[in-house]
């Protein structure tokens, strides 16, 4: 399979706890996004990576999360401390560089992490 | 919010009918994407307009954007059972940020 490949599926934890997601993209494409989801809405970006630099982080990112991309492949998105506000589905897109053949504004989605706070 | 607004929030047809959706947004755009996500699972990209453009198609979808408005619509022809799904446009603001903002996405239902 060469989709944007995101692990665990599913997570549960408790109020407090830490939480690692892990997003591995298209091997082929630079870009890489994450966005968090909740039930009956839309993606809402958290942020976004250009190889290994974070270029982008929106103001829902709170100091309880970090996200790297070291090399520039794979990309992982911690929380900690969590809370039960931040159970979501948690999305990991991909695309490639600018310049590329046609497809570098279209977004290629993992099927998610979902993320439950007890 | 961030968020575009999408409208009808849900929307229920028989098979073999039309669907209609529309999209909202703030900003300038360099383009507009429509995805379509199935309950649980990721979205897939459907169709790409840019801003430059006011109709395109792709299949049974039709998609028109008038930037004057800031609004977009969706349609889906000759709908099918499959095409049960949520469906969300996607914006890229014209300078600034790198991200793309989502609408609050529209959740369609074909009956059979």
């Known amino acids: 399979d060469t989709g944007v490949s995101q692990d665990p599926r599913h997570k549960i934890t408790k109020r407090g706890q830490n939480v690692t997601f892990r997003c591995d993209p298209i091997?082929?494409?630079?870009?890489l996004y994450w966005y968090r989801q909740t039930l009956g809405q839309g993606p809402e970006f958290l942020t976004y990576?250009?190889?290994?630099?974070?270029?982008?982080k929106s103001r829902l990112l709170s100091d309880r999360f970090s996200a790297e991309r070291p090399k520039g492949s794979f990309s992982t998105l911690e929380i900690q401390r969590t809370e039960q506000g931040d159970s979501a589905m948690y999305l990991c897109?991909?695309?490639?560089?600018?310049?590329?053949?046609?497809?570098?504004?279209?977004?290629?989605f993992g099927s998610g992490t979902q993320l439950s706070v007890l | 919010s961030q968020q575009g607004e999408e409208d009808p929030q849900a929307l229920s047809i028989q098979e073999g009918e039309n669907a209609t959706m529309n999209c909202s947004y703030k900003t300038s755009i360099n383009n507009l994407q429509w995805y379509r996500q199935n309950s649980g699972r990721g979205l897939v990209h459907l169709i790409l307009i840019r801003s430059n453009e006011r109709e395109k198609h792709s299949g049974r979808l039709r998609v028109t954007l008038d930037t004057s408005k800031k609004s977009s619509s969706l349609l889906i022809t000759a709908s099918r059972a499959a095409d049960t799904a949520s469906y969300f446009c996607a914006t890229e603001r014209t300078s600034g940020t790198y991200k793309y903002i989502f609408g609050t996405g529209t959740r369609l239902k074909v009956l059979a």
């Open positions: 990576f250009q190889n290994e630099a974070q270029l982008e």
């Open positions: 091997s082929e494409h630079n870009r």
């Open positions: 897109a991909s695309s490639p560089a600018p310049g590329k053949s046609g497809n570098n504004e279209k977004l290629f």
